[in-house]
C-alpha cells in the first residue's frame, strides 16, 4: 500500500496574510523552525495544530493541507 503523503499550502496562505513564519508561530503558539519544517514537507502537524494554522490564516482546512 502506498504511503500517504501530506502537502500544504502553508507558505501561500500565511505570505496571502502578509505574515512572516515568526509572526504566524507566535500567533499560533509554536517555534518559527516548525513552520518552516512543515511548509517544507519535513514535518506534518497534528491534527490540532493543522486546525489551529487554518483558524488562524482564515482558510479551510482542506484548502491548507491535502494528500
Not at 500517504?4 to 518559527?32: N, P, W
Not at 514535518?43 to 490540532?48: I, L, N, Q, R
Request: aromatic share 8%; net charge negative; hydrophobic share 45%.
Amino acid at each position: 500500500m502506498d504511503q500517504l503523503t501530506l502537502h500544504t499550502h502553508l507558505k501561500q496562505a500565511r505570505t496571502a496574510q502578509g505574515l512572516s513564519q515568526q509572526a504566524l508561530a507566535d500567533l499560533v503558539g509554536v517555534s518559527r523552525n516548525t513552520i518552516s519544517s512543515i511548509e517544507t514537507g519535513q514535518f506534518s502537524p497534528t491534527a490540532k495544530l493543522a486546525l489551529v494554522l487554518s483558524v488562524a490564516l482564515d482558510v479551510s482546512f482542506e484548502e491548507l493541507f491535502y494528500f
